[in-house]
């Protein structure tokens, strides 16, 4: 195999020695690109961490990284002192179809790369794993935690292998300015270097409890000044603010720990800016996950009594797919042990379906649900219920309604799987306990979706929807963007809204 070994540049090194730099060699990170080629080179990136999941300055020669279908004995890899333990390995090929994991032996311990389908099948798109939610000292939250945006690129790019990133940094209550606001833009031209490392630019904006809570704000193009709603307005007036400075489609809005206290993500009716402009909701981030009310990883500051979890929202009728982000105040995705206690939960991720590695591509890809969110792990998760794709909304005939669907769906973790669910209308259907890191599920609802379907708080629709969620041994998570099923209306059938459902 003709490979080839590309070491990370000086200023990167300086930028990790200054804010960033690891101690003793503690656990290999091996990343793959999700989505392979039979006989077509790949790059996999190997990154020595320490403890706290910063790269190694501490130089490591025990390193073999076995990376291919015949490569047994691995390939010998080594880190001197006082430069980051990261490598990136160009020219990788497998040859067989499947799905596969690379491992790295480092001290005696064996570590996995993450999952990758090697396919020939072109409709499998690339799989471009971000984090949308990063916070910079830009922030002014958590200063003394919070690094640089260089070490935010950097770091994201080079340490973690990350495709594309977004510095959402708070612009609310006073912690941003014209200043700020330049320096966020400027970080996004300097590291957006599509087909390598895509800058999606973005900001938070916080808004109260009732009112949408703590929203992102994602952008296609430049918007001169942030719009800023956090006294008086809601989801729907920030919405309506940058409808008006941007064009149609070139925003969306993104709601975050939904579950949080005080400033929680309940959004009644009247304020729902629509699924154009809120595609999407963040399920899990290091606060903790929102998924729904008892689930095993709450929020460490507690949970709002409000109806604001995932569930709820879905249940209101409004269809949103899924993705993770950290709201990393250390400005590392990885970094454990050293976030505040409250964000110290392992770190949400996003993963798009796209062929297009560019800020649009990103982009599109989120706005149109063709994405899933994970936990800890770079999971892969491929999920066709009859037919209809992860994200995607199909509209059924009563007769239709009434057939048995097929869900089928692909997942693979890099520990060992514990659990599959398939969700329908918030209840689990359907449970396996699968062997092993990789599985495939197939099963079929019986269920006459219109004895099951909700009805949308507006009465507009009855629906249900379906997502996929696997957990892992290693704490790992994934879910599936739900699949909806809305029931075409009946004949002489009336829809009345139902009322008074907002007084909670
Ligand atoms: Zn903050
Ligand atoms: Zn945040």
Known sequence: MDVKLERTDPFSNRVLACEARGGDACEAMVVVPTITRPGEPFTVGVSILDRFRLPSFEGADDVRLSAGDEDKDG?????????????????????REGLHRLAC??????????????????????????????????????PDRCRSLNLACIASRDAYFLDWVTLADHVSNGRSSKGKW??????????????????????????????????NVYLLNDLPAYVDE???GNTLTLAKELGERLPQGAFF?????????????????????GADVMPVVEIHSKWGTSEFRGNPTP???????????????????????????????????????????????????????????????????????????????????????????????????????????????????????ESVEIIRNGQVVHSATPEGWKTELNWRDTTPLDEVALTADDGAARFAYYYVRATTVGGGKVWSSPTRFVLACEPGRVVRPRVGLHAF
Not at 198 to 211: F, K
Not at 255 to 263: A, C, M
């Open 75 to 95: 390939m010998a890899l080594s880190f001197s002192a006082d430069q980051p333990a990261i490598v990136r390995v160009h020219g990788i090929v497998l040859e």
């Open 105 to 142: 032996r480092l001290n005696g311990q064996t570590f996995h790369s993450n999952p990758t389908l090697c396919t020939a099948d072109s409709r499998r798109r690339q799989i471009l794993w971000g984090d949308p939610h990063i916070h910079t000292i830009l922030s002014d939250c958590h």
């Open 182 to 215: 330049k320096a966020m833009w400027t970080a996004v031209d300097l590291f957006d270097d599509p087909g390598g490392f895509v800058m999606l630019p973005g900001y938070e904006a916080s808004l109260q409890g009732w009112s949408g809570g703590d929203n």
């Open 230 to 232: 956090y006294d008086s």
């Open 299 to 417: 929020l460490k500051h507690g949970v709002a009594d409000a109806p604001s979890f995932v569930r709820d929202l879905l249940a209101q009728g409004y269809h949103l797919g899924f993705v993770g982000g950290t709201d990393t105040h250390t400005t590392l995705t990885f970094a454990r042990g050293i976030e505040s206690p409250h964000i110290d939960r392992l770190p949400g991720l996003t993963a798009v379906q796209t062929n297009e590695f560019s800020r649009r591509g990103i982009f599109r890809g989120i706005q149109r649900r063709q994405c899933y969110a994970a936990c800890g792990e770079r999971m892969l998760i491929d999920v066709r219920i009859s037919g209809a794709r992860m994200g995607s909304e199909r509209t059924v005939s009563l007769e239709a309604a009434r057939r048995a669907r097929t869900v089928r769906a692909q997942v693979a973790g890099i520990t060992d799987l």
């Open 253 to 273: 809005i993104v709601p975050h720990h939904t579950s949080r206290p005080g400033k929680h993500g309940a959004i009644p009716r009247e304020i729902y800016p």
